[in-house]
C-alpha cells in the first residue's frame, strides 16, 4: 500500500537534539540524556476507531484481541479459559488500595469493536482512538498506511513539542491557571471520575490543546506503542500501575515487552503521574487493553 492509505494528517518535525528523559520521577525514565533525532512525519493525532475500520475492511486483518490464545504459549491457563478477549478497566464501586491493580479484568469478546466486552460498540465513537491494539496489529495498519512506528526517541521528541527540560507537553504546571490539558483522570482514582456520566475513558482525538508542534494527544487519552523494546539495562517499574504485566491471569512468565508512551486517561495525580512526555512503561506485547492504542510516522 502506498502512504495515500492513511486519512490521518502528519506533521513535520524538524529534527534536532533534546534532553531525553527525567532525574526527577519514576526511576526507568533517568538518567536524562542528549538525544539526536532526524527529520520525520508523524500523525497529528493517535489512529481512529474510524480510520482502523478502513484498515480492517481492506485488509481483513484480524487483530490479536480477536484470536484465542494458545494454552500451550501459557503454562498454567485452563484450556477452557482459552477464549479471545482482551483487559478492561473495570473501576470498582469504592476506595481500594493502590498496591495492586485490582480494577483490570480479562474480559471475552473485548475487543477493538467492543472496547468494553461483547455488549459494547463503537458505533458513536468513532474518533475516539482505537484501543485493544497489540504491537502486531499497530505494525500491520503502519505497513498499510506506508508508515512505522516511531521509536521511543522520536516518540519523546514530538511530544516535547520544541520545549527543553519541561515536566508536560506544554510546560511545567499540570493545569495551567486552572485549564485541563489532556484526557487524564479527573476525581479519586480508580473509583470516582468527576467528568460526565459515561466520559470516563477515551475522547474523541483533538478534544484538548496541540503541543507547539501542533500534535494533539500526546500526553493522555490512550498510551501509544513505540518501536522500542524496554531495555532490561534500565530500572524497571516496581509495580504494575498502568496495567497488568500478562494477558492472562495465571500467572504466566512475562513475555517481551514493548514501550508505550503518554499516559492515558487513568494516569491520576495520587497513583500513575506516567502523563508526561519522559515517562515510559514496559508493555507485555501479548497484552492489548482497553487504554492504549498508537500513531504513526514516517521518517525522512
Excluded at 112 to 120: A, K, L, M, N
Excluded at 178 to 204: L, V, Y
Excluded at 242 to 247: D, E, H, L, M, S
Aim: net charge negative; with cysteine; glycine share 8%.
Amino acid at each position: 500500500m502506498t502512504a495515500s492509505a492513511s486519512n490521518i494528517p502528519m506533521m513535520h518535525i524538524k529534527g534536532g537534539s533534546f534532553l531525553m528523559g527525567s532525574d526527577h520521577h519514576y526511576p526507568e525514565e533517568a538518567p536524562v540524556r542528549r538525544v539526536e533525532v532526524s527529520d520525520f512525519m508523524i500523525d497529528t493525532t493517535p489512529v481512529t476507531n474510524e480510520e482502523f475500520s478502513r484498515f480492517i475492511h481492506e485488509t481483513g486483518h484480524v487483530t490479536l484481541a480477536e484470536i484465542p490464545p494458545d494454552p500451550a504459549d501459557y503454562p498454567g491457563m485452563p484450556p477452557e479459559r482459552a477464549i479471545a478477549g482482551s483487559l478492561v478497566f473495570s473501576p470498582p464501586s469504592g476506595p481500594v488500595p493502590l498496591m495492586h491493580p485490582i480494577w483490570w479484568r480479562f474480559i471475552f469478546g473485548a475487543n477493538w469493536r467492543h472496547p468494553e466486552g461483547p455488549d459494547s460498540n463503537i458505533d458513536h465513537r468513532p474518533t475516539h482512538p482505537v484501543v485493544h491494539i497489540a504491537p502486531s496489529d499497530a505494525q500491520a495498519y503502519a505497513d498499510w498506511a506506508g508508515k512505522m512506528l516511531p521509536t521511543e526517541n522520536e516518540w519523546e521528541y514530538a511530544a516535547r513539542g520544541g520545549l527543553e527540560s519541561k515536566e508536560f507537553a506544554w510546560g511545567d504546571v499540570r493545569e495551567p491557571d486552572g485549564r485541563i490539558m489532556a484526557n487524564t483522570w479527573q476525581g479519586q482514582f480508580p473509583w470516582k471520575s468527576a467528568k460526565p456520566a459515561g466520559e470516563f475513558r477515551t475522547s474523541p482525538v483533538g478534544s484538548f490543546p496541540a503541543n507547539d508542534f501542533g500534535l494533539h494527544d500526546m500526553i493522555g487519552n490512550v498510551w501509544e506503542w513505540t518501536a522500542d523494546w524496554f531495555s532490561l539495562n534500565v530500572t524497571e517499574p516496581r509495580s504494575g500501575c498502568c496495567a497488568p504485566r500478562t494477558a492472562s491471569d495465571a500467572g504466566t512468565p512475562l513475555s517481551p515487552r514493548r514501550v508505550i508512551k503518554g499516559g492515558s486517561h487513568l494516569c491520576a495525580p495520587e497513583y500513575c503521574q506516567r502523563y508526561r512526555p519522559a515517562a515510559r512503561y514496559p508493555q507485555p506485547i501479548d497484552s492489548p487493553t482497553s487504554h492504549i492504542g498508537f500513531r504513526c510516522i514516517r521518517r525522512l
